[in-house]
């Protein structure tokens, strides 16, 4: 008998499955035994795309196909396998695109407000992020006012999704060698909208019937996320609420609180919940709490808007995408507050068992069944007044079933490009050197970016933990971001103290400069802080002169939604090893698939992988480290030579 | 003018013992909301526009040396 998947890692995790299953409440993770993945989607061979299908082409099972098969296998109009793979692969990095584009636009329109004196509830925090564009962007510093100058910067940025000629403004911040690649395979983004919607457009029936021709707009889409939407939402973002720096908070269930009124925020922006982390600390409205009963007002996040508040606030974190509903089955929960992305619909169903209010705040995602009460960035804190007020009102509400798991851990958050920087190098001489040099000493082993999401397919936070702490042990330092980074935050992973598991290098560097061995550097959409660290380490010196020349690699090894497709693609096509876990969406297509495991490597630098073992994972990631190291030249350790004055007179006349 | 960064005496390699300069963090550690952050350390705009041309050299200022502007071009 095949043996039963465990469901997750996660003590709190289990308890709650135990109390939803007991409830009657329905959960993802019960769900996904029900409803088993379709075999023909999952593996990409399935085109929905005109009224004469769906098409189904999938691979033959348990066999090798034939020729006669293969020649077989299209679809009405003819599209072959292979286009079919492709066009379902660019359509879900277009979603992706879209989605961190569709929060970038909205952070640059908030931020234009902020400048105009239109959005009174929010100012700039970080006028030295705001210098920086500004130099970058040759906007005029002078004695102008802040205000004035982040007109200008919003103005540029803005411009960028609009944008149908030229390329986006910090393309120029890659490689200067990663630029010519780019500009000579033809994939520097013009706009990002203008690429999402020619990525739609391609993929329509009739239309790009060529993969490798696809796979190549794919590439050029998702690079408009990395350097283009994701990078302008953190960019901008780090201005108005300031740059993460490092901040000591708390993660898990247990972070819920019996006795007082429990908010959590949910989802991906993080204009409201900003805003709520400063009322909910106001006098009045714990005063209100308190004449409704409770002790005060108990904040705490979710998903990657809770990244977000942990990293500029220190608000604690309830959990990752798969704990949810699981926050809800607690029956502490006065109010989820949810904006966009990755909020599952499931909620509303599990709230209905509860005393739970699912308030929905974004006129871009609505929910069935939810109370919605619109956030108006114009009147930010009456916004955030009125979501806190209807917590409140909610608190005598709650039922005798309530159970908070006691699984809380520490953690250690906020670690940004600048931090990063400030950190190695100090106050007066910023740098990566330090890094660099014990890269290149071997002491540390290379870098990976372990990111992305939670999926039922898989056990919850197993994959991510366990390849960290392999990773870590053979000393290679991780950055993390999403619901990776909360993953390894549950099981301890982002302390200083996890450096014990480390090996001894990475170890004797982590204690040196007193961070963790794994780096939590935001979410999501700060996944281009990652791209900026590796080009601060190329330009640096040492490690080559292209981000496809570092011992480094990126995995997102319990990926599920279609933004990681556009974040993995973003990483490939700056030079990156990327390798997915969980499932592969183009395994239907042997050709496409190796274009994109094989192939890319030769036009981009970087390509991706597939594996669903962790432990498999990071032997992938180390052998590519390894490999590149080795390249570099520095594989093995060299015995050092003083040179006197007449070894140099030597080597000058040479 | 008086020292006051601490020393510390350290033996070295063919001299007895040398003053070197000692620790020159704060004792304690930080508290509050404050904890960890450092960006207000630099308070005019005077110095964070010149902290950028140190700490992020590699865009905007001519002074460094890394795999795009080597002392030695290969």
């Given at each position: ?8 890692i ?440 372990v990111?992305g999401?939670n999926n039922?397919?898989v056990t919850h936070d197993d994959v991510h933990v366990t390849l960290v ?15 990776a980074?909360?993953a ?67 995995v997102a090894p319990e990926w ?21 876990g969980a ?28 594996e669903t073992d962790p432990l498999?994972i ?37 | ?74």
């Amino acid at each position: 008998m095949a043996e039963e998947k465990k469901l997750s890692i996660d003590p709190a995790t289990l308890e709650m499955i135990e109390k939803a299953n007991s409830e009657g409440v329905s959960t993802a993770f019960a769900r996904a035994e029900v409803m088993r993945p379709c075999p023909i989607g999952a593996e990409g061979s399935c085109c929905s795309n005109c009224a004469m299908g769906p098409c189904r082409v999938p691979l033959p099972r348990g066999r090798t196909e034939t020729p006669e098969e293969k020649k077989k296998r299209r679809g009405v109009c003819g599209a072959t396998v292979e286009t079919i793979a492709a066009r379902n692969f660019v359509r879900k990095i277009a979603a992706g695109t879209a989605s961190h584009g569709d929060h970038g636009r909205e952070v640059a329109k908030v931020f234009l407000e902020m400048a105009r004196g239109e959005a009174p509830g929010f100012e700039i925090k970080d006028e030295q992020k705001l210098l920086q564009l500004a130099l970058e962007l040759g906007v005029n510093i002078g004695n102008r006012s802040n205000k004035e100058i982040a007109i200008d910067v919003g103005k540029i940025l803005e411009a960028d999704f609009s944008r149908q000629e030229g390329e986006l403004v910090f393309l120029k911040r890659a490689p200067i060698k990663r630029q010519e690649i780019w500009k000579k395979l033809g994939v520097l983004p013009r706009g990002i909208d203008r690429e999402v919607s020619e990525a739609l457009h391609r993929t329509h029936m009739g239309c790009d019937q060529d993969y490798k021709d696809l796979l190549l707009h794919g590439a050029k889409t998702a690079l408009a996320d990395g350097w283009g939407g994701s990078m302008i939402a953190t960019e901008l973002q780090d201005i108005m609420f300031g740059t993460p720096a490092p901040v000591a908070s708390q993660i898990n269930l247990g972070v819920l609180k019996i006795d007082e009124v429990n908010i959590i925020v949910h989802g991906h922006e993080p204009y409201l919940a900003e805003t709520l982390a400063v009322v909910a600390q106001m006098p009045e409205m714990i005063e209100y709490a308190k004449s409704n009963g409770a002790k005060g007002i108990n904040l705490a996040g979710m998903c990657c808007t809770a990244n977000e508040i942990l990293m500029r606030h220190g608000v604690p974190i309830a959990g990752n995408f798969l704990q949810q509903e699981l926050a809800v089955v607690t029956g502490a929960v006065e109010a989820m507050v949810v904006d966009v992305q990755c909020i599952m619909q499931g909620l509303v169903e599990a709230a209905s068992c509860f005393h739970t209010k699912i308030i929905t705040t974004d006129r871009r995602a609505k929910i069935e069944g939810a109370t919605h009460m619109e956030f108006d960035e114009h009147h930010a804190v009456e916004s955030a007044k009125a979501v806190i007020k209807a917590a409140i009102d909610n608190f005598p509400n709650r039922r005798q079933n309530v159970r908070i798991p006691d699984y809380k851990t520490d953690i250690i958050a906020g670690f940004s490009h600048e931090t990063i920087n400030y950190l190695l190098g100090g106050l007066f001489r910023a740098s990566y050197r330090p890094l660099n040099d014990n890269i290149i000493n071997g002491r540390i082993r290379g870098v990976a970016g372990v990111v992305g999401c939670n999926n039922a397919r898989v056990t919850h936070d197993d994959v991510h933990v366990t390849l960290v702490k392999e990773l870590i042990k053979n000393d290679v330092l991780v950055l993390e971001t999403g619901c990776a980074a909360m993953a390894c935050g549950k099981a301890g992973l982002l302390v200083p103290e996890a450096a014990a598991l480390a090996g001894p290098g990475l170890r004797s560097v982590c204690e040196a400069v007193g961070i963790p061995p794994v780096l939590h550097l935001g979410a999501c959409i700060d996944n281009s802080r990652i791209l900026i660290a590796a080009t601060a380490m190329v330009k640096d010196g040492g490690l080559g002169d292209d981000i496809s020349d570092l011992p480094a690699a990126g995995v997102a090894p319990e990926w599920m939604s279609e933004k990681a497709v556009a974040i993995g693609q973003y990483f490939v096509s700056s030079g990156v090893y990327t390798i997915f876990g969980a499932s592969w969406p183009t395994e239907g297509s042997k050709e496409v698939t190796d274009f994109l495991f094989k192939e890319m490597e030769n036009l981009y630098g970087g390509m991706w992988g597939f594996e669903t073992d962790p432990l498999k994972i990071a032997k992938m990631v180390i052998d590519h480290i390894d490999k590149k190291r080795k390249a570099l030249g520095i594989d093995k350790a060299r015995e050092r030579v003083l040179y006197d004055m007449a070894m140099r007179r030597e080597l000058e006349a040479v | 003018m008086v020292n006051k960064n601490k020393v510390e005496m350290k033996s070295a390699p063919g001299r007895d013992k040398v003053e070197v300069l000692g620790e020159t963090f704060e004792p304690g550690k930080p508290e509050g909301e404050e904890m960890g952050k450092w960006r207000q350390k630099l308070e005019s705009r005077q110095e964070k526009l010149k902290y950028l041309e140190t700490g992020e050299r590699y865009y905007y200022s001519k002074d460094w040396y890394g795999s795009e502007k080597r002392k030695n071009p290969a």
